[in-house]
């Protein structure tokens, strides 16, 4: 009901009377005045005037449904989206409900975050109405060795999405999303398989969309930035989102109809790391350094050693200055 009354304002283009919204849902006039109410209450600015009706002002940007699936447009990501205030962290709540039986291309977005966490069971500093905290499932035809590569998937996807807003984005292996350094982005996937049959894969996204340097917590403002800091001024979260639900919908039925091989040649463009010297610590703490070359048709990163080229399928890779 709610979201109708939103859509018969945005219809109207203008004024609309509470009896005719009232007559074309079948409700009373009291039941329009407290929709009404519940949207001015989530940020809507409704104005009303005696003899007139109501005419919709402006929308808030907030993490919402009617707004983020406003004009959308996917095939198949983000026909269902959940919206939360809080959560401890999407990916929890997403996988739940994969395990519930969710459908293909379902979303969870929260405003914010207290458990959010990114590779190498990192914490990720999620405040409210800052970023964006999302989730995305996919349940893929490809095969679970494949499954690792949907972070480069979505490395491209959020770097599509910040072009989009006249941001070019710098990804160090695998899929961190930094400037001058410091990270913007931080992705997590997640997956349940059988041998031979992906159930799903969970992506997790967290993007600093508008957190001013003050905002992060002091051990983490040498290290972190946002779109704000690097565009100099806010940008709409709602609108950002939307345009990385679009690319992540594109990339993920390309992937289906032809694989990954246009993914990694997509993130090479983004690469940062590739032709750097690189610090690499492995999962069981072992360290060496060398020249980033290139990644395989697995997203594996090819390290030239003094002693040879090294192959990186996990770890810790950190770019070193040049001297």
């Known amino acids: 009901m709610r979201s109708d ?17 009232a007559a074309r849902l079948g409700v009373t006039r009291a039941a329009v005045w407290k929709k009404i109410a519940a949207l001015r209450e989530a940020g809507y600015d409704i104005a009303s005037a005696p003899r007139s009706g109501y005419i919709l002002r402006a929308a808030p940007d907030r993490l919402i449904e009617a707004e983020i699936t406003k004009d959308l447009g996917t095939a198949l990501v983000g026909k269902k ?6 959560v401890d962290s999407t990916n929890l709540v997403l996988k739940q409900l994969a395990h519930e039986g969710a ?5 969870v977005v929260a405003d914010s975050q207290g458990t959010g966490r990114g590779r190498m069971e990192r914490h990720f500093f999620s405040p409210p109405g800052k970023g964006i905290w999302v989730s995305i499932l996919l349940r893929p035809t490809f095969l679970p060795q494949d499954a690792p590569k949907c972070t480069l998937m979505a490395a491209v996807a959020v770097a599509r999405a910040m072009e989009h807003f006249g941001l070019r984005a710098a990804i160090k292996w695998p899929n961190d999303i930094i400037h001058k350094g410091r990270k913007l982005v ?6 349940s398989a059988e041998m031979d049959r992906v159930d799903y894969v969970v ?3 967290g993007i600093n969309v508008n957190i001013a340097r003050e905002d992060f917590p002091e051990e983490l403002r040498d290290t ?7 565009k100099g001024t806010p940008l709409p979260r709602v609108a950002f989102l939307q345009e990385l639900l679009r690319a992540v919908d594109v ?3 390309e992937v289906q109809r032809e694989g990954f091989a246009p993914v990694l040649a997509a993130w090479r463009k983004y690469a940062v790391t590739l032709g750097q010297t690189v610090r690499v610590i492995g999962p069981a703490g072992e360290e060496f350094e060398g020249v980033a070359a290139d990644i395989d048709a697995d997203g594996a990163l090819f390290v030239d050693t003094k002693m040879g080229r090294r192959r990186v399928l996990a770890g810790d890779v950190s770019i070193r200055p040049k001297k």
């Open 5 to 21: 009354v939103l859509e018969l304002l945005r219809e109207a283009g203008g004024c609309v009377s509470g009896e005719k919204i």
């Open 251 to 253: 990339l993920y039925q």
């Open 224 to 230: 972190a930035t946002s779109l704000m800091q690097m």
């Open 103 to 107: 459908e293909d291309g379902t979303v």
């Open 203 to 205: 992506i997790g996204i």
């Open 81 to 86: 989206i959940i919206c939360y205030d809080a």
């Open 186 to 191: 931080g992705i997590l996937t997640e997956m």
